[in-house]
């Protein structure tokens, strides 16, 4: 199952029960709308593909405890995002590809658990200072 919204520039919000009766969506993509905040992902254990591409006004991330199946992250072009929690990947043992170019991230700590990641895309990540790998703390 596949909800694709990108280029809706007039959505803004989304409510924290929009996803509540799609446990099957596999891909979401909110690419270059006008969201700043992503409501509470709970419901959608087997998405496995998110993509918040250009989402300019996205400056905060949801709790991805339950997005144990998530391969794809694609937050590029977000040159709000300056910031992503220390345990924002933590559940994510299958992501594949991490695409971050042109974010505002400053410092971007990984786990030891994203073994299966082939991409780490941060190009264009002008304030990046430091990558640090929080497994060996």
Partial sequence: ??????????????????FRHTPKLQMLNLSHTSINRIPKLKDLGQLTHLSLRGCKLLDRLPKTDLLTSLQTLDLSGNSSLVEIEDQFFSHMSFLQILN?????IKTLRLVSK??????????GC????????????
């Fill in 1 to 18: 199952m596949v909800l694709d919204v990108s280029g809706t520039t007039s959505l803004t919000k989304l409510i924290d029960k929009t």
């Fill in 126 to 137: 002008i304030a990046l200072t430091e990558i640090k790998d929080t497994s060996f703390e």
């Fill in 100 to 104: 971050l170019l042109k974010t505002g």
């Fill in 114 to 123: 994203l073994k299966n990641l082939h991409q780490l895309l941060l190009s």
